[in-house]
């Protein structure tokens, strides 16, 4: 079934093909398949590695299994193959293309078969000496596999969804191995077609061989450019991959975002929503702006603009890069009697004791274009306010481009201003709790119809995209624990990717009570702590909802992980189902969290929470995990 020799050649090409596989986790343990321990937990395996790479290289040295090969098998074709006549220019496109090619089938047949190739190891290896090899070089693995699948689609959905090891690494590496089967699957498919014309027609085996070696030296190339997808963006090397990272540079993300915020309907949201715009109001009404320079970034409508002439700024500077809310914006101004001016005063500065007190101007731009012009003009602002923040607190990521005008250098080496302008809001926390949620139930019965195949397709959605909505106060089940407190006028841009945040969640409920725990619910509060009083407020459950409201991340939707480990909650009718649930003083949640902004459009944000639920009843150091996982989600368009 393997596709690679055991000749140096070929070793070689493996080591090049998996090169960007081999950067270590310390968080993973990768383990071959060839390799599974049984069911035993008290067994551990025979080999594992650090990397994806020397696993993956085990399998095909040790038991002649290339699993790559084999998901090229089985995967369903991807909406846009890639062509068996591929160029290294080409390649690098479809590199950039390729979370398009994954479907949400490609990705849970890669899981099925993990979990089916490691489970058929265990059964074979408890009756055979030596078994794992020999049942994993059957080249009908592939087809036992199929029709497994084809029994499940009739009796069972969540055959082979449950993972066969606990903390099988691989499955965290699902997407990397889908990708890279499906740009093997094309030279793959013409390999076993030339093979069955040479059983076919022996008279022409020697041409239609040299074909063949023809084709496994595509395939390896092939592999070389696999290779090269899973970390390109932390490639330092002149490659396809470095070329790649400058493509993604160029890729205009910023056109569709001003162009969303040029209509008045979201501005209408935004001012409707009193809990924002009263606490601004507030903290504008608590500073002394006297002979002040304000800058405000984002300024859409004008209204925090408005509010700081109001408090007695000396001058406000208005800047957004949408034409339409800059015109409104100096509307609404002359329609409330405050004067536009197309440049400020001469040597308007922060100590100036002169200049035209009460003056508004509304320049329309980037932020970051714009900064040389308003300190040529002696613009020096003393207070930056802005409404930067997103779903989630940093979607659509508005903070780097405030953090750039607070950075300035033409600001900084002014001579007259001894420190950075103040930042209004100054303070924000994000903030985790888990929440309950039977939402999926209502599929078991539709007006007297079973609709599990909806019920299903739903999951999968939940389980890969994060969910913007209203948890009510009662859905939550845990306490609140903050991840990250940002100080507005020291972070930076770097510390705006979120990395494996450790973090703790415990029940909230009474002594003895089971909370059931389907997702969690990400939330913020922000702070303005400038002024007299301080002025804060929060989009948190307990709190009055903003048009924020909470970001949420399902755990397990359809039970499976609750179901392998036994976990089985009971409603009102002594109903018996599977869910995760953690009880007080016996179990806590608990994990990682990593939010980062995605590589191909930082405007959006990717997740990764890895977690277990921890028996907290055993002493420090032998703590028993009673389940784990992983949620990998995506908040975007």
């Not at 002594?511 to 997702?519: A, I, P, S, T, Y």
Request: proline share 4%; charged share 25%.
């Amino acid at each position: 079934m393997s596709t690679c020799n055991d000749d140096s050649d070929d070793d070689a090409s493996h080591d090049e093909c998996n090169d960007d596989m081999g950067e270590t986790d310390e968080y993973r343990n990768f383990i071959p398949i060839c390799c599974t321990p049984p069911s035993d937990n008290n067994t551990p395996p025979s080999k594992s590695f650090a990397t994806l790479k020397e696993a993956l290289q085990y399998d095909v040295q040790h038991a002649k299994f290339d699993l790559v090969a084999a998901l090229a098998h089985i995967l369903p074709a991807s909406k846009n193959d890639v062509s068996d006549d591929v160029s290294e220019s080409d390649e690098e496109e479809d590199i950039a293309d390729e979370d398009d090619l994954i479907n949400d089938a490609q990705f849970h047949t890669t899981l099925r078969f993990l979990n089916y190739a490691r489970e058929h190891v265990r059964i074979h290896s408890a009756e055979y000496a030596d078994a794992p090899a020999e049942f994993l070089q059957n080249p009908r693995v592939e087809q036992m596999f199929t029709s497994a699948m084809e029994f499940s689609e009739k009796e069972s959905d969540d055959l082979y969804l449950s993972p066969t090891l606990e903390n099988d690494a691989f499955l965290m590496s699902v997407e990397d191995l889908v990708t890279a089967a499906l740009h093997v699957q094309p030279f793959l498919e013409e390999t076993i077609e030339v093979e069955e014309e040479v059983e076919a027609e022996g008279e022409q085996a020697a041409g239609l061989k040299e074909q063949i070696a023809l084709l496994h030296s595509q395939l390896r190339t092939a592999k070389t450019c696999i290779a090269r997808l899973t970390n390109s963006t932390e490639s330092e090397t002149n490659t396809a991959a470095t070329n790649l990272v400058n493509k993604l540079h160029a890729i205009d993300n910023d056109t569709y975002y001003f162009d969303s915020y040029s209509t008045f309907h979201i501005h209408e949201i935004m001012l409707r929503d009193s809990v924002r715009t009263q606490s601004y109001a507030s903290a504008i009404g608590a500073m002394d702006m006297r002979n002040k320079v304000v800058l405000d970034v984002g300024c859409g409508t004008g209204i925090l603009s408005l509010l700081c002439v109001k408090q007695g700024a000396k001058l406000v500077v208005g800047v957004d890069n949408s034409e339409p809310m800059i015109l409104a914006a100096k509307a609404v101004a002359r329609e409330n009697g405050i004067a536009v001016v197309s440049e400020p005063g001469v040597n308007i500065s922060s100590s100036s004791a002169s200049g035209h007190s009460g003056e508004l101007m509304y320049v329309c731009g980037k932020i970051e274009n714009l900064l040389p012009q308003l300190a040529s003009q002696n613009i020096f602002p003393d207070i930056i306010i802005s409404e930067w923040m997103g779903y989630a607190l940093l979607y659509e990521s508005m903070l780097p481009s405030v953090l750039s005008a607070r950075d300035n250098p033409a600001f900084a080496n002014h001579n007259n201003l001894k420190a950075k302008p103040k930042m209004m809001p100054s303070r924000s926390v994000l903030f985790l709790e888990g929440a309950s949620d039977d939402r999926l139930s209502f599929w078991n019965d539709v007006y007297g119809f079973q609709m599990s195949t909806l019920q299903h397709s739903l999951a999968l959605e939940y389980a890969s995209d994060a969910v913007v909505e209203t948890v009510p106060s009662t859905a939550i089940v845990t306490d609140r624990v903050a991840l990250l407190d940002m100080d507005l006028d020291t972070i930076q841009d770097v510390d705006l990717d979120l990395t494996t945040i450790p973090f703790v969640l415990t029940s909230c409920g009474g002594e003895g009570v089971k909370v059931r725990l389907d997702k969690l619910v990400v939330s913020f509060d922000i702070g303005f702590e400038s002024g007299d009083p301080k002025v804060e407020f929060s989009t948190g459950c307990q709190s009055t909802t903003t048009h924020w409201k909470q970001t949420t991340l399902w755990l397990d939707p359809m039970g499976t992980i609750a179901k392998t480990n036994g976990m089985k909650t009971t409603d009102n009718n002594d109903t018996v189902d599977h869910h995760l649930s953690i009880e007080t003083n016996k179990s806590e949640f608990q994990g990682r969290f990593t939010m980062k902004r995605n590589r191909l459009n930082p405007r959006e944000m990717d997740f990764e929470i890895l977690w277990e639920i921890v028996d907290v009843t055993n002493t420090e150091h032998n703590k028993r995990v009673l389940c784990d996982g992983c949620i990998r989600s995506k908040l975007g368009s």
